[in-house]
């Protein structure tokens, strides 16, 4: 929570003072009431903040990161247990934070804002994004697999909706799956492959909504372009 007219000038509307004469003359409003008095506090990521009826845009000089994560790091800000996280692998000039998670184990797209308002929206059920990922199993994946995998898995916290997938090869008693699901749910993917009998070797996420891993090494991470970012929010309504 931050006072209006600083959530107004960290949108960009102009300078703290130049706000506070907006909210004065009665053109502010939160959650649909107008703001007249000084002092009241809002959350760009939770309250619905107008000048004169019009959204701001609280999305202005944010950042957003995508890492190729590699495996071994857990997805936390900081770790009590001292391991190693995926903080040590992008660059902070702000107070940023991972999207999401992928387990220690799990490589492939990460991303990192310091937009709250964004991240709330990738994790909300209704935007959620198409998510790929792409399995190194053990064992034969065949038609009875694929068809369980597809239709909705039982799982100990409900049901998985239906997920895309597809054979991309086949090897001795290994298979090379990707798996398109929309539920982001904690090991949801590992817990699925294992619920139809198969044992993950490695799983890599290689999409989240529009953006890919193109041209990113495994441990390297770089700002998202403007193209990248503006295809992401409207993936999410924004
Ligand atoms: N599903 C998983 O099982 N693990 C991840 O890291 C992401 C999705």
New binding site residues.
Partial sequence: MERLQKVLASAGLGSRRKCEEFIRAGRVSVNGRIVERMGVRADPSVDRIELDGIPIDVHEDKVYIILNKPAGYVTTVSDPQARLTVMELVTKARRIFPIG???RD?RGLLLFTDDGFLANRVAHPRFELE?T?VAQVNGAAGAGELARLRSGIELEDGRTAPARVRVLGRRDHNSLLELR?HE?????????LVAVGLE?VD?V?TSLGPLTLQGLEEGESRPLRPDEVQALMSALDI
Avoid: E, F, I, N
């Fill in positions: 998670r992928l387990d799990t998510k990922y699901v982001g749910r904690k090991r949801q993917v590992r817990r699925m993950v799983l996420r």
